[in-house]
């Protein structure tokens, strides 16, 4: 190991020891968010039965559903009731922030428009910067919390952790939720008079944005910081989630999760070719402790062999560290330049 390779992971493990809240909580099947009894003979066959079910139907599992209720208040937040009803009414409100661009397109078009997912436990101010940018080169931003983060955090808790848990139908339910709200913010988008749409997801932003592309072909463009497999490699493997994983391991093995959660993985949806001719970027970190590049490089390879054709950009980061100056700025002057040309 190099000495700067050396550098990067002592910073990364630095930046991941900074929060001290995680809590290792207790291992669930959840089957009641999944329209299943909380009592059952055998929970692990009707989560793999279910989640085989969500793949092989995932046009449905993931349908848009109609929402009546979309308000934009004099401060730009969006805010509407999310299509998926979960225990939690404070999360049942979707809030976003909009960023609506006044550059004049030469052409007479409404400037395009960008949905950014932010990365997992992202507080409200999170990545406000990142949308600032888009709006400055001319591209509208909506920047949409997450299930279970910020104003949509359920009470009692600090974290997101029904997004990212040891609960296995309540991180289904989760996931599902998140895709099923971009598609709502995606269609309020639309509403505005914006047809050239495209996705930005950072992290586990990143898996819903992919899942959210290959689903809505209104989504011209993706581009993505940090790629991955299944959802059950980076909880197993990432340093980030090693607490979510201690909640697990002893109930569940690593193959086994990964069926369970392979519905909210975006794998199984590039194995099934739904990502060919789709406009990607992809940027990756070469030192990344929690979207582990293996995992990175198989995905990539796996897209390529089903007939996809990403453009790809590797750093010598981990995933904390992209946000380093002057990763931050390589990454997004490319991120921006993408957007521009594929929206254009």
């Known amino acids: ?169 309540l991180t289904l339910q989760a996931n599902r939720q998140a895709v099923k709200d971009a598609r709502a913010c995606l269609t309020w988008l639309e509403q505005q008079g914006y047809d050239r749409l495209g996705i930005l997801g950072t992290s586990i932003g990143s898996s819903v944005g992919y899942i959210t592309l290959v689903h809505d072909k209104r989504v011209r463009a993706g581009g993505f910081f940090h790629v991955s497999t299944y959802f059950a490699d980076v909880v197993s493997q990432g340093m980030t989630t090693t607490h979510v994983w201690e909640g697990l391991r002893n109930d569940v093995s690593v193959d086994k999760l990964r069926d369970y959660w392979a519905p909210i993985s975006p794998m199984p949806y590039v194995e099934r070719g739904m990502g060919a001719g789709r406009n990607t970027f992809m940027v990756y970190g070469k030192y990344d402790p929690t979207f582990l590049p293996e995992f990175t490089h198989e995905m990539l390879d796996a897209l390529r062999e089903h007939g996809a054709n990403p453009r790809v950009m590797e750093l010598p980061v981990g995933h904390y560290s992209l946000e380093l100056r002057p990763f931050s700025y390589i990454a997004g002057y490319r991120m921006f330049s993408y957007f521009l040309k594929a929206l254009r």
């Open 1 to 169: 190991m190099s000495r700067y390779e050396q550098w990067i992971r002592e910073y990364e493990h630095r930046r991941w020891k900074t929060d001290d809240n995680r809590m290792v909580r207790p291992f669930e099947w959840g089957l009641e968010h999944i329209n299943g009894s909380a009592v059952h003979d055998d929970p692990g066959g009707f989560v793999k039965e279910y989640a085989q079910g969500a793949i092989e139907n995932s046009e449905e599992w993931y349908a848009p559903e109609e929402v009546h209720d979309y308000k934009l208040d004099p401060e730009n937040v969006l805010t509407f009731t999310s299509p998926v009803v979960s225990p939690w009414p404070e999360n049942n409100v979707v809030h976003g922030q909009y960023f609506p661009s006044q550059k004049k397109q030469s052409n007479g078009k409404k400037a395009p428009s960008v949905l950014v997912l932010p990365n997992w436990n992202a507080k409200w101010h999170g990545q406000v910067s990142l949308c600032r940018w888009l709006q400055r080169i001319g591209i509208s931003a909506l920047k949409m919390s997450l299930p279970y983060h910020d104003r949509r955090m359920a009470k009692g808790h600090e974290r997101a952790d029904q997004l990212v848990g040891p609960n296995i139908g």
